[in-house]
Each structure stands twice: as structure tokens, then as C-alpha cells.
């Protein structure tokens, strides 16, 4: 055996033996969750009104292209947010699937009233119209003021009220944390206090709460700072109760995902075709693009739902819908990619042509 063993390394180290070659085993990505937002706040900041059938339509589309958590509409006054008008008609004209979720967005008792009196009257052998709602409140009293003539410590207690009452119906509850950088009215946010705010979130039932740069001026540094405080130290928020909303207003968005990866965060909201911006927020854009977060994360670690190509596919439709340019680099570049395509193609079946005529001269 020995004199075997020594035979075969002394035929490897001239070359005459060829060694096995190695087996590696392939690591397991690591999933994270992408919460598609188009239908709601990529919608509200839109000048057009946008009939509910075009919503409906929407939230189709994503859902047939993997997308599994679709934030559908929002049960607000039309009067303050004009465009999530027709929530009610939206939930019922779109296909629902069961396993999936279609949030709505309720700011107090009233929205939430609307929506469980909604449900009460839906036949209990169809899909639930939903079975989430998301709640929202800011990290400052200037932002809240603007977005629902409230202080922060108000909203809090008015969005406890909605929590446990929805909790008690069966809904899950999601919460939200606007301006977590920069404050349109009052500028630099303290982390800390985007901190107590997401607490009070979690301790009033919500099961995850999205910090929303809401702005758009975030980038990894101030974002590294702002989950260093909110999730390190004893009474650290855990990162997997967290997720990350980054408007792209710098072109920052892409970045502060990864640098929000690095600190342990697995879930975020994206919309469609870059849609959105925000009503109090002025001179933010729209969400980061999904397609742009789906290319991001291409033969990394981690791996998202959802198939590129169809998303962007998706994108392009409804920004030609709404009138508006496709706010995705990545979405740009493969609509690009696809006339491209086509016009080749084109060109092939002509030149075949022309070669048969020819033929037959």
C-alpha cells in the first residue's frame, strides 16, 4: 500500500498522472425578500388619474412575473392622496393567489374599518382581498406634521389602536418609518430616534418595520451609521424585524441595499420601473427600481424572487402606460436590448425574402 501510494505522488509530480479534480460544494444563497411597492407608493405620487382596472392590471402582471408580496393600494382619503382612489375595486378586480401577500396601506381607524368591512362582505371560498395592512409614522414631528397633521408620539398612539384591532381581526401588520436620514422640513435625522420609533412599532405588534429613506439622500456611509445604531447594542433592534426602503433620488439606492446586507437586513421594497416619489417629500424620486435590485444581486450570495427579464418586461408596459420614462437603468438597457433583437430579426426574415425573390429571377 505504501510502496502504491508512493508510486502514484512520484507519477503526479512529473506530470504522467493527471489528479482528481476537486469537489467543491456549492454554498446555499441566502434569500432575501422583496416587498413590490409600485402598485401603492409608486402609484401616489403620479399627476394622472389611473383607473383601477390599470392597477389591477399591474399587480397581474408582477405576480405572473414572481413576484410574491405585492403592496396593492391604500384605504386613505382620496381627498389627501387622490391616486389610491378604487383601492376597494382594485383588490377585487385583481387575480389573488393563495401563499401570497397583497398589503394595503391603512393610516388610522377609519382605513382600517373601510378594509375589514370590505372583507366581511367577501365569499369566504375566494383568496382574501389581503391578509396584511402597513401602518406608517416618520422620525420626525415636522415630517409627520406635513404627512398627517400629527406629532410622532400621536401617531404612535393612534397606530396602536389600529395594530391591536387588526392583530385581533387576523391581519399581519407592517410598519413604516419615514425620513430615517434627512428630513425634508427639519434636515439631519438622529438615528437614535429612528430607533425608538421602530421599537415602538415592534412592541405594538408589527412583525417587521421598513426604514424609509424617504428623501433619497442616504448613501453607505450615513446608512452603516444608521444600522450601527439602530441594531447595535444591548437593546438592538434584530435585523431580520428590519427591512430597508431607499428612494434612488442620488442614485445611492443599489448601494445602501448592499451596505444594509452587510449589517444582516434580508428584506426590502422596491417598485417596478423606479416608480414613485412622495407627496411630502419634495424633490424625492421614486423607489428603487426592482429590476435594478434583481440584476444587483446577480451571482452574489443572494438570490431574490421574481424573473428579471419579465419584470422588466413589466416595467416597460406601465411606464408607457402612465406616460413616462422607464426610471430603471437596468430596465432602459434591456427594453434596449430587446428592439435590438427584434429590428435583427426583422432584418433576417427581410433578407430571406429578398434571397427567395432572388431565386426565382
Given amino acids: ?61 408582477l405576480t405572473k412575473a414572481g413576484m410574491d408580496i405585492i403592496e396593492s393600494g391604500s384605504f386613505v ?6 391616486q389610491m382612489a378604487g383601492t376597494a375595486d382594485v383588490l377585487k378586480l385583481m387575480e389573488r393567489h393563495k401563499g401570497m401577500h397583497y398589503p394595503v396601506l391603512v393610516p388610522n381607524m377609519k382605513g382600517l374599518e373601510l378594509l375589514l368591512d370590505l372583507l366581511s362582505k367577501q365569499p369566504k371560498s375566494e383568496v382574501p382581498y389581503t391578509d396584511e395592512i402597513a401602518v406608517f409614522t416618520a422620525a420626525t414631528d415636522a415630517f409627520s406634521k406635513a404627512n398627517t397633521n400629527c406629532t410622532i408620539a400621536e401617531s ?3 397606530l396602536s389602536a389600529v ?20 428630513c425634508p422640513y427639519s434636515g439631519k435625522v438622529d438615528p437614535v430616534k429612528v430607533k425608538d420609533v ?27 451609521t444608521l444600522l450601527h445604531t439602530v441594531i447595535g447594542g444591548s437593546s438592538g433592534i434584530p435585523a431580520s424585524k428590519l427591512a430597508g426602503h431607499f428612494h434612488d433620488t442620488y442614485g445611492m439606492a443599489v448601494a445602501n441595499i448592499f451596505t444594509a446586507l452587510e449589517h444582516g437586513v434580508r428584506t426590502f421594497d422596491s417598485a417596478v420601473g423606479g416608480l414613485g416619489g412622495c407627496p411630502y417629500s419634495p424633490g424625492a424620486t ?15 450570495q443572494y438570490e431574490a424572487p421574481a424573473d428579471l427579464e419579465a419584470i422588466a418586461e413589466v416595467g416597460t408596459w406601465i411606464s408607457k402606460a402612465l406616460k413616462r420614462p422607464n426610471a430603471s437603468r437596468v430596465g432602459r438597457a434591456l ?22 425573390i432572388s431565386a426565382k429571377l
Fill in 198 to 224: 421602530s421599537q415602538a412599532l415592534l412592541d405594538m405588534g408589527c412583525y417587521e418595520v421598513s426604514l424609509g429613506d424617504t428623501v433619497g439622500t442616504g448613501n453607505p456611509t450615513t446608512v452603516r
Fill in 335 to 356: 427594453e434596449a436590448r430587446r428592439a435590438r433583437e427584434k429590428l435583427e430579426k426583422e432584418r433576417e426574415n427581410d433578407g430571406g425574402a429578398a434571397e427567395a
Fill in 163 to 182: 395594530a391591536k384591532r387588526a392583530t385581533a381581526e387576523g391581519l399581519r401588520v407592517r410598519g413604516y418609518v419615514s425620513v430615517v436620514i434627512d
Fill in 156 to 158: 404612535l398612539e393612534r
Fill in 286 to 300: 421614486g423607489n428603487v427600481a426592482t429590476e435594478d435590485v434583481l440584476y444587483a444581486l446577480r451571482g452574489s
Fill in 77 to 82: 382619503s382620496p381627498k389627501w392622496v387622490p
Fill in 1 to 61: 500500500m505504501l510502496a502504491r501510494n508512493a508510486t502514484r505522488s512520484l507519477l503526479y509530480r512529473r506530470g504522467l498522472l493527471c489528479a482528481r479534480p476537486r469537489t467543491y460544494a456549492t454554498a446555499a444563497r441566502e434569500r432575501v425578500r422583496l416587498v413590490e411597492v409600485g402598485p401603492r407608493d409608486g402609484l401616489q405620487n403620479e399627476s394622472a388619474v389611473i383607473p383601477p382596472q390599470v392597477k389591477a392590471e399591474l399587480v397581474n402582471r
